[in-house]
């Protein structure tokens, strides 16, 4: 028992009570994370190295799932529940929408007003070049006849 210099608990919830006091009174850098049995004195020990056996444990069962296929099946049904989330929502028509998103009339009569007035604009632009043109095509003949 007295080859260990640590601190020594006599079980694992005492040194796990430690490590919570430890976590909220200290204002130490690297702090305790979990306590561990010795195999020299048999008692516990607090240490901030991670368990790496239950690491590797755990990283080696989750490559077992994978290999299951166990995995790539809870991938799948995510991948066709969102698909079906998708599906939904490419099946909203425009009125569906406005109903959504409760567009008032006076804005529906605007949103017309305003496609008709750029149509036009866009028909004035077009007949206002080909004024220009036949313009210009007048201009150059009454350079010629003079």
Not at 48 to 77: C, F, H, M, R, W
Not at 89 to 99: A, L, M, R, V, W
Not at 121 to 134: F, G, P, V
Request: hydrophobic share 35%; with cysteine.
């Amino acid at each position: 028992m007295g080859d260990c210099k640590k601190v020594m608990y006599a079980s694992e919830q005492q040194a796990n009570a430690d490590i919570a006091r430890i976590k909220q009174k200290s204002t130490r850098t690297k702090l305790p994370t979990r306590a561990y049995q010795c195999t020299k004195c048999n008692l516990w020990h607090l240490t901030s190295l991670p368990d790496y056996k239950a690491l590797y444990t755990e990283q080696l069962a989750e490559n077992q799932k994978i290999k299951s296929g166990a995995y790539v099946k809870s991938l799948e049904l995510k991948v066709f529940k969102l698909q079906q989330k998708l599906d939904t929502i490419g099946t909203f028509t425009q009125s569906k929408i406005d109903k959504e998103l409760h567009i008032e009339p006076r804005i529906k009569t605007l949103n017309a007003t305003i496609s008709k007035q750029a149509s036009q604009i866009i028909k004035l632009k077009k007949e206002a070049s080909q004024l220009i043109n036949e313009l210009i095509v007048l201009k150059s003949k009454t350079h010629e006849i003079q």
